[in-house]
């Protein structure tokens, strides 16, 4: 017996920000806030790795590229979804950042757990700590509206 896997046709999906554009504005209030006096290369760690977790091939194509404007080298993108295998790669402050939007990112393993918390606690300040929080938040829900109405990745 032969089975055939039979794939849906892609439903048509809203072009949100433009059925919405105070939408999008407030996105990018929000994204600018969130973004404001956190190292650029540790807030596109941050938004990488959650774009991974969560599958959004627009975002991660979008901070892939920016991170590599920005410097970033090819080893450590390739190595940001095991960077808590990579060693010293990866410095205190970037492996806590990662772990804390790790847990931010994957709720559905429950809360935040205050292990997480206090290691990023201990490197951040309460001003930094609030950043990085507000980062993850801000690319969790990105990244949501874009997998949702299925966003596609430019092609280069």
């Avoid at 994957?106 to 206090?118: I, P």
Wanted: aromatic fraction near 6%.
């Amino acid at each position: 017996m032969t089975h055939t896997l039979e794939h849906p046709t892609a439903v048509d999906r809203i072009a949100i920000y433009k059925v919405s554009p105070e939408l999008y504005d407030a996105m990018m209030r929000l994204s600018t806030a969130s973004a404001k006096d956190v190292d650029p290369t540790l807030g596109e760690l941050i938004k990488i790795r959650a774009s991974q977790i969560n599958h959004c091939a627009f975002c991660l194509d979008m901070h892939v590229a920016d991170a590599r404007e920005q410097g970033e080298t090819e080893q450590r993108l390739a190595l940001i979804a095991a960077w808590d295998e990579a060693g010293t790669l990866f410095t205190e402050r970037e492996r806590a950042a990662l772990e804390l939007t790790e847990a931010i990112t994957e709720l559905h393993h429950g809360h935040v757990s205050d292990e997480v918390y206090a290691k990023a606690a201990e490197v951040f300040t309460e001003k930094e700590l609030a950043q990085v929080i507000a980062l993850a938040v801000t690319i969790n829900a990105w990244n949501r509206f874009n997998v949702a109405t299925r966003m596609k990745a430019p092609r280069r």
